[in-house]
């Protein structure tokens, strides 16, 4: 019966290939690396930080001096003078700040400095000899400069080499290899003035990295920058904290592993020179106001040998990023919170076993699969898949918190997930078919009005058919499978039969022909055995009753706990062959043609629209009296010619002023009208509830336009 059912190869593709090819696809995702699987990536190490984000701690010696709204109110508009930032500089250095890391560019002159101001006045030249008898403000800030621990920043230019670049003050020792071969080249950099950088002990980059939608969430320690090597702010703040000169590169086959400031201090890294963050919530406590520097009011155990960074949080002056907590946070935060993390090694890495990681689970989940499914029942496969999932996520988690490793949970589920439907879907499908087959094969119900017809004319026995237009009614009951697994056989068997006994009694009260019981499906065809001029009116009344008693039914049984789901039901007029088939060892009255196909099409496609009932054009044009109206004009899959859809409607629907809204909106659509679609948009918002109006609003807003609507699926 297998052989019958599904040919072997078939068989062998789905159990052995199929499988296979997903687990070479997830493989070839993760290699490849496309822009959706570092999306996946990225918002799996979103949720691990916001699950347990690192707590704010007071005791780790970094500060923020912060040139806020208030200080820009104390104090004037950005830029100040450096007079001002010198005396910054000096009281810091007084309360015992052992490095001073400024966010700030000082790649132009001070426009209040003496010598700048006499720049404005070019023929009075007794004013500018006097003006530059006083001090130059820049070499005021870099006297300054002198007597502290200073780190300048610097922005890249990723493109084109711009001016001078900064002067090196770190010396990088490369061990095992080039540190260039793994490190981007950026064109040039924005240094700042020169006697500044010469009086300045440290140079870093500035430049943060966040990806495309904004967030912040890993930070080079090392920028290559013209071919020479740079570190970035906050390895540069740390190295000149810990008074070294040098910070030693290690490389390996597979990148840069990491920065050593000595024998004892190592940063492992990503193989291009990268750390991922582990953010804490933005905390008020690390940050002091430059006013209150500046005024003398704040406590010296506050800077007392920290490292101390100076940057703008003011509003539309200093730049923003988001983190992954979802805080929109002030540039400077990503250098702080990275000088932290080099402290404390709470830095994060993403494992270089993933991959393998990744193929061993997928097999070893295929061969549990394969295993199980061969023995036991399908809930053991399911049951597996779900603890296998959760034990994913365990295990992601668990590293993150325990092991300061990224792993990415939510790719090698959707790869679990696929490889669980490849192996039971088919399964299923097979063991469907079977019992389908046994189904059709023992499920031959003959309805009365077909025997008497039969009793007064037997020479129809013979074998023979005609040409002959009929009007069919499919119906179909939503989730009864679910529901066979639910209940007792008893139970479940007398509940369908009171539901089909009612939809049969419908169909023979409107004289119509028990074609036949499929499980749950109820197919009845009018104008065959006998002509009934008016076989499309009474396809449509039976249908409308079979509606009515369906939904009366539903409600009894949900009333009484029982899921039982709603019935869907097609109804279509057409020409089809009539007669007896099946030789003369099993014979079978019914209709072959096209136009039950299109019934069955319009009975499943209620599912997509949100209808009850789908009425085809060919039956309203032979109802005069119909009351309804249009659903589209429906190209079934694998099909060309567009089929007019209709939903029926009560009298009371029909008087309801939604009607008008909705067959006007349908209009412009059907004359494919710029309008159609924010009309449509407006009515589903209206009428949430009418399934119709939320169809078309969703379809033209996804770019559709007309009534024609092609479907994708069955």
Known sequence: MQNTIQPQFVQRFLRRILPAAVIAAALLIQFADPQFRARIRDNAFDQLQS?????????????????????????????????????????????????????????????????????????????????????????????????????????????AAGGKLPPEKARFLSFGGNAGDWLPNYGGALSGLPQLTRAAKGSGAIS????????????????QVGGALYPGMGLEALRLFDGRDNLALQIDAQGIAGVALDNNTFFPTAPDGRVWLHFRPLAAERYVSAKDLLADKVDAKLFKDHIVFIGATAKGLGDTIYSPLGELVPGIEGHVQLTEQLMTGDTLLRPTWESDWLLLMLLVMWLLLAFLLARYRPLWSVLLTLLLLAGVFVFSLWLFTAQHLLLDPFFPALAASALFLVLVVP?????????????????????????????????????????????????????????????????????????????????????????????????????????????????????????????????????????????????????????????????????????????????TINKQLGTRICVSGSTVAQCPDFVGRPAGRLVFKGKTDAVEAFEPLTAEQAAQPHLAEYLAAYKLMENESPQAKETFQKLAAKYPDDPLAVYHAKRLAAGETGCRVVMTSK
């Not at 400095?113 to 820049?138: G, N, T």
């Not at 089909?500 to 023979?508: A, N, R, W, Y």
Request: glycine fraction near 6%; hydrophobic fraction near 45%; charge should be neutral.
């Open 208 to 223: 943060l990295e966040p990806a495309s939608d904004g967030v912040l969430r890993a930070v080079p320690l090392v920028y």
């Open 51 to 159: 699950i347990s984000p690192l707590p704010y701690r007071a005791e780790l010696p970094v500060r923020v001096v912060a040139i806020d709204e208030a200080s820009l109110t104390r104090l004037g508009q950005w830029p100040w003078s450096r007079l001002v930032l010198a005396e910054m500089v000096d009281k810091l250095h007084k309360l015992g700040a052992r490095v001073v890391a400024f966010d700030v560019v000082f790649a132009e002159a001070d426009r209040t400095s003496p010598e700048q101001m006499a720049l404005a006045f070019p023929h009075q030249r007794a004013l500018q000899q006097s003006l530059r008898r006083f001090p130059v403000h820049d070499q005021v800030l870099a006297n300054s400069f002198v007597q502290s621990r200073v780190v300048l920043g610097f922005p890249i230019e990723p493109l």
């Open 427 to 603: 399964r299923y499908v097979q063991t469907e078919s079977e019992q389908r087959w046994i189904r059709n094969a023992f499920s031959r119900y003959v309805s009365p009005n077909r025997v008497k017809y039969l009793q007064a004319n037997p020479q129809q026995l013979e074998l023979g058919a005609v040409y002959r237009e009929c009007s069919f009614v499919l119906t179909d009951l939503e989730g009864f499978t679910p529901l066979m697994e639910q209940y007792a056989p008893d139970k479940l068997s007398s509940l369908i039969n009171e539901y089909l006994e009612g939809m049969i009694q419908i169909v023979f009260k409107h004289d119509g022909t028990l074609d036949r019981i499929v499980g749950d499906a109820v197919v009845a065809m009018f104008s065959a055995p006998l002509v009934q001029q008016d076989h499309a009116a009474r396809a449509l009344a039976c249908a409308l009753e079979m509606d009515v008693f369906a939904q009366e039914c539903s409600r009894r049984q949900r009333e009484l706990g029982v899921p039982f789901g709603r019935t869907r039901i097609g109804v279509n007029t057409g020409n089809v062959l009539i007669g007896n088939f099946g030789g003369k060892t099993m014979l079978d009255y019914r209709a072959l043609g096209d136009p039950i196909n299109t019934a069955a099409r319009l009975e």
